[in-house]
């Protein structure tokens, strides 16, 4: 069977099954598992499902919020590499403004702890946080959404707009190459609206996963990110068309043992 061909029904499967595992792909038919393997990483960098550990789901809640819990285990390995890789945007004395993304909050523990200013929405990277005792940590106030554990909301924005950060670590929903940015729900959209309009650099944090993916709420273009910070798993296309729209694109690689294979 040719590879398209085996793709289309692995997409099928996904389809009515909603989820698939490597081994039994692999035995359906008759091919590796490494193989199996390389099949899911092509159709999870193109946006047609999302890898597991395991195997691979289909993608039911692009235009929902998965709760954080979730979302924190979803390609763990390919968001600490590219938290990692962020790191060395991160000065002394910066002003560095962090949303409640799942990959962030990956970062907000690497966080050195150096005379920084943090201002987060952020519930659960809090904790992380209150460890830098030579860093100012901010916490924004506002409407906690359980799904998400961010705060969100008027009292939120009000507090946001009380500084100025230089610098913004951010992720979002989807990432389109023809619409842009995208977020599941309005308010998460607007919260990320006004910390771009506050932030004079912003740093977009996305796994390959977000790719070919257009969520409910636009949230910009891409062109109003100064540097993309992927994982190696993202697809040459991508990155060069990325490049030639002028983005810097930073690409982190992830040790096998941590990297999220199905």
């Known amino acids: 069977m040719f590879a398209e061909n085996r793709w289309r029904e692995i997409l099928d499967i996904v389809k009515n099954d909603k989820e698939v595992i490597v081994a039994e792909l692999a035995k359906h038919f008759n091919v590796t598992q490494e193989t199996i393997r390389r099949d899911?990483?092509?159709?999870?960098?193109?946006?047609?499902?999302?890898?597991?550990?395991?195997?691979?789901?289909?993608?039911?809640?692009?235009?929902?919020?998965?709760?954080?819990?979730?979302?924190?285990?979803?390609?763990?390995?390919?968001?600490?590499?590219?938290?990692?890789?962020?790191?060395?945007?991160?000065?002394?004395?910066?002003?560095?403004?962090?949303?409640?993304?799942?990959?962030?909050?990956?970062?907000?523990?690497?966080?050195?702890?150096?005379?920084?200013?943090?201002?987060?929405?952020?519930?659960?990277?809090?904790?992380?946080?209150?460890?830098?005792?030579?860093?100012?940590?901010?916490?924004?106030?506002?409407?906690?959404d359980p799904i998400s554990l961010s705060l969100e909301g008027g009292a939120a924005i009000e507090a946001l707009e009380r500084y100025n950060p230089n610098k913004l670590f951010f992720s979002c929903k989807g990432v389109d190459m023809e619409r842009g940015l995208s977020e599941a729900t309005e308010e998460h959209a607007y919260i990320k609206k006004k910390?771009?309009?506050?932030?004079?650099?912003?740093?977009?944090?996305?796994?390959?996963?977000?790719?070919?993916?257009?969520?409910t709420v636009f949230l910009a273009e891409l062109e109003a990110v100064e540097c993309l910070i992927t994982d190696s798993g993202i697809n040459a296309a991508i990155i060069e068309d990325l490049k030639n729209r002028g983005l810097k694109v930073e690409t982190a690689s992830c040790q096998k043992n941590e990297m999220r294979h199905g």
């Open 195 to 215: 910390m771009m309009e506050l932030s004079r650099r912003k740093y977009l944090l996305a796994d390959h996963s977000k790719f070919g993916i257009r969520s």
């Open 40 to 144: 899911l990483k092509k159709l999870s960098s193109e946006g047609r499902l999302r890898r597991t550990h395991g195997g691979a789901v289909a993608f039911q809640n692009d235009n929902k919020d998965a709760p954080f819990s979730v979302r924190e285990s979803e390609y763990i390995g390919e968001k600490r590499a590219i938290a990692a890789a962020a790191l060395q945007y991160i000065k002394e004395g910066d002003r560095i403004l962090l949303d409640s993304s799942s990959t962030v909050s990956e970062l907000a523990k690497m966080l050195p702890n150096i005379p920084i200013t943090i201002i987060t929405n952020s519930a659960n990277a809090l904790i992380s946080l209150s460890l830098l005792d030579k860093a100012k940590v901010i916490l924004t106030g506002g409407l906690l």
